[in-house]
């Protein structure tokens, strides 16, 4: 086994040091976290089906010139990634009203939104990542204008994209989150989609049952949330291996093809 410097864990994922300069390798684990981790426990294959599920839409948005820092999926837990430097706000893209938004404007969770609806999210465990607004993040200098209409921009072409990928295979995509990074290449500088899409930071509805495909399956004490994840991505028709490996403490690189 090859092991790499450690250079940050998260709740869902680690980011070793990659094998080359400007790259890292980000690792799933199983852990499910919800409600800022005080909810927490581990499903033995999450990591290994968010992973490929994961790899699949950065792959198809990339396809349509969406920027991201995906390279390539180096083994069934691990994206081989560019490092960037990750802007502290995430993004949220509503389509259906569920979750914060339905509570908090008193609304019947599965009600069509009027339009596409962007919200941002100050990225804090200890603070509940509270709601802000453009203002915030300009006055606190977590992004600037130009940066801010980069990531509407971006987010808005993806949710428009997996909208209609999601619907071709009879799902709903009710709203994701996703996060940015600053991508420097020599002496320039381009906002890039970062972190992960998968059934962890989506919401995912069958659009015939309405039956919830994603982490309010945890979230919510309905169980069967790995079988709810590889419903997905045999939907998407990828192979993901029946019997993962248990979750390891460090990468494993494997040659490139």
């Known amino acids: 086994m090859n092991r790499r410097r450690r250079i940050y864990e998260g709740k ?11 790259t890292l390798i980000q690792h799933f684990k199983d852990d499910a976290t919800a409600f800022n981790n005080q909810k927490h426990d581990k499903i ?16 198809r948005l990339g396809e349509i010139g969406v920027p991201t820092h995906f390279i390539k999926r180096m083994n069934m837990r691990e994206q081989l990634v560019r490092e960037v430097e990750i802007i502290p706000v995430e993004v ?10 339905a509570k908090r404007l008193g609304m019947e969770e599965g009600t069509p939104l009027p339009r596409s609806i962007v919200e ?9 990542d509270p709601m802000v607004t ?5 006055a606190f200098n977590w ?25 071709g295979i009879g799902i709903k995509l009710v709203d994701f989150k996703c996060e940015f990074g600053r991508l420097w290449e020599n002496d320039t500088m381009r906002i890039v989609l970062a972190d992960e899409i998968s059934p962890d930071c989506c919401r995912l509805w069958d659009i015939e049952s309405q039956e919830k495909l994603d982490k309010d399956r945890f979230r919510r004490d309905l169980g069967g949330l790995v079988e709810a994840y590889q419903e ?26």
Not at 12 to 22: N, T, W
Not at 44 to 59: D, P, T
Not at 92 to 101: D, E, Q, T
Request: charged residues 20%.
């Open 232 to 257: 997905v991505a045999r939907r998407l028709g990828l192979h993901v291996e029946n019997n993962p490996q248990p979750n390891q403490s460090g990468p494993v690189l494997v040659r490139s093809q």
């Open 92 to 101: 949220v893209v509503r389509n259906v009203a569920a979750g914060s938004i």
């Open 143 to 167: 992004a600037v204008p130009q940066e801010i209409d980069d990531m509407m921009s971006v987010a808005l072409r993806a949710n428009d994209f997996l909208c209609g990928l999601f619907l």
């Open 44 to 59: 033995e294959g999450k990591g290994v089906l968010n992973n490929r599920i994961s790899e699949y839409l950065f792959q």
């Open 120 to 128: 941002f999210y100050y990225k804090s465990d200890e603070l509940g």
């Open 12 to 22: 869902a994922k680690i980011l070793y040091e990659g094998p080359e300069p400007g």
């Open 134 to 138: 453009e203002e915030h993040i300009t």
